[in-house]
């Protein structure tokens, strides 16, 4: 599989609109590669995957202004490997340690 896929490919492997993968985008949840001659996105693998744990995440009821925070924080503490620490907060999620991710999600505890 290609790694520099279109919105619509994004789209269709994602299982969301293409609207809602501009809206991560506009709030700097999602950074996709961007041709600057045609102004076309292209999405990686690792941006359907980051998609789908965002969706996680919102059905684990967190806002889209709280998942953006664990992933910056992620990325600021662990730039190589922040897609597994969010996976790791996210099984936390779903275990129902919500008050212990959150305090991490609002700056009062680090991760590590």
């Keep these: 599989m290609n790694d520099r896929m279109t919105i619509a490919e994004a789209s269709r492997l994602s299982g969301l609109s293409p609207e809602t993968i501009r809206h991560y985008e506009r ?4 950074h996709p590669d961007r041709n600057e001659q045609t102004g076309y996105r292209y999405y990686s693998l690792r941006d359907i995957c980051l998609l789908g744990k965002i969706q996680s995440f919102l059905q684990c009821g967190f806002s889209l202004k ?23 907060i996210l099984t936390g999620a779903r275990l129902g340690e919500y008050s212990a991710i959150r305090s991490i999600v609002h700056g009062s505890e680090r991760i590590i």
């Design 27 to 30: 709030l700097g949840i999602l």
């Design 66 to 88: 709280e998942i953006k925070r664990m992933i910056d924080v992620c990325k600021a503490q662990f730039p190589e490997y922040y897609c597994l620490f969010i996976l790791a």
